[in-house]
């Protein structure tokens, strides 16, 4: 079969709708920039985004120089202090502490993972509640669960917060839908279960321990898969025009046309089978990553709003 013969009969199987993180990240984006250029004008207050990175993880250190860059774009400004992969606890508890003091700073963003002598949890709810960007301190992750009124003070974190807005973009009406969360992490699975029940979707998490776990996805309207095993979802997992959600970030060994080994980052869902089921699903990459750092700039404009005692300037 000739190249070209191959590539139209994968078109020809792949029926889902592309949900396009990419271009929904830059809309959003330019919605930031427009918050903060009328704050900046009319309040001459700067949103300011302090970004720490502790060690030398190369995936952080691409993920920090996107936000930095980003930023930038949004008219954010940001401080950034990178930490020698030794540093103690009690040296970045210190950091915090004077950028919870500086009022110049609306947001702070701790890059994880931490090195080994570092309590994560410990740094986390170390931030000032106020300045929690990334939604994970345990009185923002309180809100978030309690819901109603208590999610307007909150602080989503991103991942779960962009996806919910690629599934408000491209599902009509979310209320009663059945939707299955794969993974019960508290950065992405978690959290992105209660936004659903928010929505008044009818929501069940499933995890490795979880039996069953192929029929139970089987029977839901929409998946959002935060696993972290790559390609692990494919077409039989799905019920016929369900929703995907691919939030999974995996880099696989490939080998290239010329014979040479490479790597490409793929999700947790087998794009080309899954497609081939589903009605609407998000790529990866291109679908739920460029969401998450732009959420996590509409956050951080947020919190500039709330601190220049403003309304918020965008609801979810
Ligand atoms: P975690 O490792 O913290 O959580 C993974 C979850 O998946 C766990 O709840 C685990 O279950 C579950 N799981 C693992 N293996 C299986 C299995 N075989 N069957 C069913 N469930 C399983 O990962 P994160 O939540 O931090 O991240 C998930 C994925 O999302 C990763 O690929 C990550 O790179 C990506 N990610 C992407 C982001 C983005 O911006 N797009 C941001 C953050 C993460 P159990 O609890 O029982 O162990």
């Keep these: 079969m000739s190249i070209g013969q191959e590539d139209n009969d994968k078109e020809n199987k792949i029926m889902a709708d ?6 929904f990240a830059a809309k959003i984006r330019a919605e930031v920039k427009e918050d903060s250029d ?31 860059k980003m930023a930038a774009e949004c008219n954010i400004k940001t401080k950034d202090f990178k930490l020698e992969a030794s540093t103690d606890q009690e040296t970045l508890l210190k950091l915090i502490d004077e950028l ?22 410990k740094v986390i709810d170390a931030i000032v509640v106020e300045k929690d960007v990334d939604g ?25 917060l962009g996806s919910l807005l690629l599934l408000k973009d491209h599902v009509e009406d979310l209320k009663g839908k059945s939707a299955v969360v794969i993974g019960r992490s508290n950065i992405v699975g978690k959290p ?11 929501v ?55 014979g040479s080994e490479g790597s490409k980052i793929v999700g947790d869902v087998d794009f080309e089978s899954a497609s081939e089921k589903a009605s609407k699903i998000t790529p990866v990459p291109g679908g739920v990553g460029p969401m998450t750092i732009a959420c996590l700039l509409r956050n951080t404009v947020t919190s500039a709003y709330r601190h220049a005692g403003l309304d918020d300037p965008r609801s979810i």
């Design 204 to 258: 069940t998490v499933v995890h490795s321990k979880t039996k069953d776990i192929e029929k139970v996805c089987s029977q839901a309207d929409i998946i959002v898969a935060a696993i972290g095993r790559a390609e692990m979802i494919d077409s039989k997992w799905l019920k016929d025009g369900a929703v995907v959600i691919d939030v999974g970030i995996n880099r696989i060994s490939i080998t290239k046309e010329d």
């Design 136 to 160: 994970f301190h345990a009185i923002n992750a309180g809100r978030l669960s309690i819901g109603g009124d208590m999610l307007k003070k909150a602080f989503i974190p991103c991942t779960p």
């Design 18 to 23: 592309l949900i396009d993180g990419k271009a």
């Design 192 to 202: 992105m279960s209660q936004l659903l029940i928010e929505e008044s979707c009818t």
């Design 100 to 121: 919870n003091n500086d009022s110049s700073v609306h947001g702070i963003l701790v890059q994880l993972p931490l090195p080994k002598q570092i309590d994560e949890r």
């Design 38 to 68: 009328k704050l900046i004008s009319q309040k001459q207050v700067d949103p300011c985004l302090a970004v720490v990175l502790v060690g030398e993880n190369p995936a952080s250190k691409v993920y920090v120089g996107q936000k930095t």
